[in-house]
Every structure is written in C-alpha cells, then in structure tokens.
Nanobody
C-alpha cells in the first residue's frame, strides 16, 4: 500500500507564488526520485521538476529560474515552490513517486493531482 497526498494548489494572479507539497507513505523501502508533472486541458502531461533522493534535480526549460523543487527524505516529502507564475502554468499538477518496495524495483506511482490556476 502506497499513498501520495498532494496539496497547495489554488488560484493565484500572474506573478504570484504557490507552494505544492507531496507526501508519500506506505510500503516504501527506498525512494529513487519524486517529481511534479502537469497537464493542461487538451495537452500532454509534461515534466515540471524532479529530484532524486540524493538531491539531483531536473527542470523543464519553461520553469527554470522560477520553480524550485526540494525534498525531505526523512519525511518522504517533496515541495515545489512556484514563483513568478504565468497563465501558461495553469494545469493540473501531479506528483510522481519512483520507489522500490520489498519485492519490486523502480515502481512508478502517481498522485491524483492538484489544480493550479493562474489568472487575473
């Protein structure tokens, strides 16, 4: 049993900020990486930012310099600080967990998503 609890989405004006959080729990032996993806209406789901358990990060070009991903390995939690938000950032944001349990390696698990709306 694995659970992901996402929070922090909402409505903000352009130029504003939001902080998303994703907490993982359950039968997890090791977290390989956690990340955030987003999907706008009619668009493909795309990577926003990801971070390994060792702290190596990866960002989409469109969010570099504006978004920052961080993690607390002890709490199995990842945060996405989003600054200087633009209308084109509007999407459902999904937390993705890449983990291993006692019998499997490299298992992917997705959260249900949290809506971010950037509009004036």
């Amino acid at each position: 049993q694995v659970q992901l609890v996402e929070s922090g989405g909402g409505l903000v004006q352009p130029g504003g900020s939001l902080r998303l959080s994703c907490a993982a729990s359950g039968s997890i032996v090791r977290i390989n990486a956690m990340g955030w993806y987003r999907q706008a209406p009619g668009k493909q789901r795309e990577l926003v930012a990801a971070i390994t358990s060792g702290g190596v990060t990866n960002y989409a070009d469109s969010v570099k310099g504006r978004f920052t991903i961080s993690r607390d390995n002890a709490k199995n939690t990842v945060w996405l600080q989003m600054n200087s938000l633009k209308p084109e950032d509007t999407a459902v944001y999904f937390c993705k967990l890449a983990y291993s349990d006692y019998t499997r390696y490299g298992v992917d698990y997705w959260g249900k998503g949290t809506l971010v709306t950037v509009s004036s």
